[in-house]
């Protein structure tokens, strides 16, 4: 099985704080994704990267992929209460088809006030 | 403000009966997906139509589950019957996916239909 392992599982900041959260394979991807989940709500797309070493900017987020397409960070600055969500990985296999997209299992951040 | 529903939005059942979940996709996406989200396994693909026909049903138990789409806006998901492992929040997601375009397969995701068989 080509999992995406995601780390810290679960993360609690105060407002203000940076963090970091990974996501990890041993597999290549071809592109891959972020995705921020709302309790009750289905996830919603942050951005896709596709090129090794890619760095991509959002406001206060900033992705990253891996020079090998094998894994990608996503960092927050200056966290708000407004980023608390499950944030998801997921990712296409090289080679693989369009269609299917393999989710890690998310890092559930909490940022306090 | 186009956006993917699903009704309802949650269902509780007992162990044996009939389940079905509702899906309307974007208007003009041209792939419907069903997940399922569970603590333990997160977000699992079950199945997904492409212009309305089946591609891929492989990661649903085909004893119990059956995925379709009648017409363009409506697709369904049912169990029959349900069990207590099937507890869990399905989503239905839509795309205009280009299949061999790197990146170019974003993934609206519905609300989701929180299911409880007891």
């Known amino acids: 099985t080509q999992l995406l392992e995601q780390s810290p599982q679960f993360l609690s900041i105060q407002e203000g704080e940076n963090l970091t959260v990974y996501c990890n394979s041993s597999s290549v991807f071809s592109s891959l994704q972020w995705y921020r989940q709302e309790p009750g709500e289905g996830p919603v797309l942050l951005v896709t990267v596709v090129t090794g070493g890619e760095v991509k900017k959002l406001k206060r987020l900033t992705f990253q992929f891996g020079d090998a397409r094998k894994d990608s960070s996503l960092h927050i600055t200056a966290a708000q209460p407004g980023d608390t969500g499950l944030y998801l990985c997921?990712?296409?296999?090289?080679?693989?088809?369009?269609?299917?997209?393999?989710f890690g299992k998310g890092t559930l951040l909490t940022v306090n006030p | 403000d186009a956006r993917v529903t699903q009704t309802p939005r949650h269902k509780v059942t007992e162990m044996g009966q009939e389940v079905t979940m509702r899906c309307q996709p974007i208007?003009?996406?041209?792939?419907v997906f069903w997940y399922r989200q569970t603590m333990m396994q997160g977000l699992e693909l079950l199945a997904y139509?492409?212009?309305?026909?089946?591609?891929?049903d492989s990661g649903m138990p085909k004893d119990r589950f059956s995925a379709e789409m009648p017409d363009a806006t409506l697709a369904t998901l049912k169990i029959q019957p349900s069990e207590p492992r099937d507890s869990a929040v399905y989503f239905c997601a839509s795309g205009q996916i280009m299949r061999t375009v790197r990146g170019h397969n974003e993934q609206f995701f519905g609300p989701g239909t929180r299911l409880t068989v007891l």
């Open positions: 139509f492409r212009n309305r026909a089946p591609l891929d």
């Open positions: 208007l003009g996406h041209n792939t």
């Open positions: 997921a990712g296409v296999h090289s080679g693989g088809s369009n269609y299917k997209l393999t």
